[in-house]
């Protein structure tokens, strides 16, 4: 689910840029620290889910250790506190898309060294769609714990442990089976100690991808 983002512009944080020329000349500044936290998110709902996750999964609270200490984090944001920039010289910017669910994109420096990977999760979205669809809560929060997964521990703590670009997990490539990719064997990993069921598909295992907004 990696896609192209961004330029981050959040009051508090401490602006720097750097072209991410592995996502096609995109532009992100952004960076915030918190006691060295792994993983930062500023929105209450996503915050508490990812200490929901940390408590009952060994493995991710493993690969937190392994960074902790290291000043590389995770920065998890919404689509509000985002805008996209097709290329690195452009001076016009557009709203992150409202039908991306979710996005993970490492910030390299000039080495291909990676201490901060932004990941965007659509809320909103998600909000909405389980909100038509008279979804209990429960189901939400599920959808928001298969997506943190994937986008963190399948794509952005592989660029952390690693330091550099050399730890990108891919999703998975044309003809490969699915379960067989990199990021969705961590996935289903972490998943496991979840009791979330096992994916097994290219596409979203969501409660969102079996309705529909009207």
Known sequence: MSRIVVSVGLAALAAVTMPVSTLGQAMVGARETANGAPILARH???????EE???????WRDALEQIRGTGRQVLVLTPDQVVVKDTLDSTST???DPTVVAAAAPIPDSDSQVSLVIVVVNLPLLEEVHRRSYSPLVELYWDLDRILVHEIYGHALPYLLAGDLSGRCPDPAPGQKASDACSIRRENAVRAELGLSRRTGYGLDLVLARRRLE
Do not use: E, V, Y
């Not at 209450?44 to 990812?50: D, K, M, S, W």
């Open 44 to 50: 209450g709902t996503l915050h508490a889910r990812l």
């Open 53 to 59: 996750i940390a408590r009952r999964s060994s493995l």
């Open 94 to 96: 557009r709203p992150f």
